[in-house]
């Protein structure tokens, strides 16, 4: 998106945990490249109304699956959920604050450090993990293609608000 582009592109010859990683790590870099540049109001913005979704919402939301996956499913370390509970299962999308925006993308970056160190703790993409989907076992494999394909979706999104708020488009 600018004009030093930070992100390393996944290499194209890799072995398969490799490159579930890289693709992983491109994805959340591309999330912070997103949403550069935008103010506390801009970041908190709903293009589409009645859709909650925001930018902000968005890191928001991924904030808690990277928590969710990579900490209380690959380890077994429960999480608590700053955004949503029983009777806000949206808030991650819903509650967001223009106050609160900027110590949210602080969130998300503390909690990659947190979930990079859990995902690199586990070598094993075969066997199940410590924790558990809806009470059924998953490995590493399973969670890893599934967060690749959480961001990819989520990043889609946040192409089309962020073009909207701005005009800025990118890969």
């Not at 066997?127 to 889609?156: C, Q, S, T």
Request: charged share 25%; hydrophobic share 40%.
């Amino acid at each position: 998106m600018s004009s030093a582009d930070p992100r390393t592109v996944p290499p194209p010859t890799a072995g398969e945990r490799e490159s579930l990683d890289a693709w992983l790590d491109f994805y959340r870099e591309t999330l912070l490249l997103k949403i550069e540049g935008l103010g506390a109001e801009q970041l908190c913005r709903r293009a589409v109304p009645p859709s909650a979704l925001s930018p902000i919402g968005i890191v928001r939301h991924l904030t808690d699956v990277e928590a969710y996956w990579l900490r209380e499913v690959l380890l077994d370390d429960e999480q608590p959920d700053p955004h949503c509970d029983e009777d806000n299962p949206d808030g991650d999308f819903q509650d967001v604050d223009p106050a609160t925006a900027l110590a949210d993308i602080e969130a998300y970056r503390a909690q990659l450090v947190a979930t990079r160190a859990a995902q690199a703790s586990w070598t094993d993409l075969d066997g199940p993990v410590l924790g558990r989907r809806h009470g059924a076992p998953v490995n590493l494999r399973w969670i890893l293609i599934h967060l690749v394909e959480e961001y990819a979706r989520h990043l889609g999104h946040l192409d089309l608000l962020r073009e909207s708020i701005d005009g800025r488009a990118g890969y």
